[in-house]
C-alpha cells in the first residue's frame, strides 16, 4: 500500500509539471507575439530608381569638331548632290578593282567569295534564263548610290580609304562591267546622276498618307 501511495504521488507530480508548461507557452509575452507577427508582414521600404544619383555626363567622348563631322556628312542623294570633285575612267577603275576588290568580289566581280556586284545571265538545262540573283545591274535604281556605299564603306578593310577619284574609276568600271556605260565612258558630279540605272522603272515612290495599313 505504502508503495502504490508513492506511485500515485508520482502520477499527480508529472501532471502538475505537464500543465504549469503548457500554460508557460501560452501566454508568451505580447512582445514575443509581436515579433512573430512581424516577421511574416511584407515590407513596406520604398525602393529608388538606381539611376537617382547618376552624375550629368560621365565624361566619356569628347564634342565632335566641325571638321570631323564634315568627315562623316558625306552623303550622296540619287540625284547627285553631294558628289566631289573628280572624276574616273572604266580603265583606271580596273586597276583600282584588282588591287582593292577582287580578293572579296572575284577577277570580274560574279566569282566571290562575297556579293556577286556584276549581272550574268545563266541558262539551266531546259534552256530558262535566270538572272534573280541582286545585284547593280539588276537591281540598283539610282547609279549614285554605287558611289556613295563605296566611298563610304568600301574596301571593307578600310572603309574610306580610297580618293574621290579611285571611287569615280570604280563605279565607272562596275556600271560598264554590268553593260550599263561604254568602256569610254568618264564618272564625274556631272555624268554620274545622268546615269539611268535598268532596275529604276522597279521602284515607285511610296505616296501612302498613312492609316492602318501603313506599316
Not at 572575284?106 to 541558262?123: A, D, F
Not at 534564263?129 to 539610282?142: D, S, V
Amino acid at each position: 500500500m505504502k508503495n502504490l501511495k508513492i506511485l500515485k504521488n508520482s502520477g499527480f507530480n508529472w501532471l502538475l509539471t505537464g500543465l504549469i508548461l503548457l500554460g508557460a507557452a501560452c501566454t508568451r509575452s505580447p512582445t514575443a507575439n509581436k515579433s512573430s507577427a512581424t516577421a511574416v508582414v511584407p515590407s513596406t521600404q520604398v525602393t529608388k530608381a538606381d539611376s537617382e544619383n547618376w552624375p550629368t555626363s560621365f565624361g566619356f567622348g569628347k564634342p565632335a569638331t566641325a571638321q570631323e563631322i564634315a568627315l562623316l556628312d558625306i552623303d550622296v542623294r540619287p540625284d547627285g548632290k553631294g558628289l566631289p570633285g573628280g572624276s574616273g575612267t572604266v580603265l583606271a577603275g580596273k586597276a583600282v578593282y584588282a588591287v582593292k576588290c577582287a580578293a572579296c568580289h572575284g577577277k570580274t566581280g560574279v566569282e566571290g567569295p562575297n556579293n556577286r556586284l556584276v549581272s550574268v545571265v545563266e541558262t539551266d538545262a531546259a534552256g530558262t534564263e535566270n538572272n534573280k540573283e541582286k545585284t547593280i545591274g539588276n537591281y540598283w535604281p539610282y547609279a549614285t548610290t554605287l558611289f556613295d556605299y563605296i566611298r563610304r564603306a568600301m574596301p571593307f578593310n578600310a572603309p574610306g580609304s580610297l580618293t574621290n577619284e579611285e571611287v569615280y574609276a570604280l563605279t565607272a568600271f562596275l556600271l560598264n562591267a554590268n553593260k550599263i556605260i561604254p568602256a569610254e565612258a568618264f564618272m564625274n558630279a556631272e555624268t554620274l546622276p545622268k546615269v539611268v540605272m535598268p532596275a529604276q522603272k522597279l521602284f515607285v515612290p511610296d505616296d501612302r498618307k498613312g492609316g492602318p495599313e501603313v506599316r
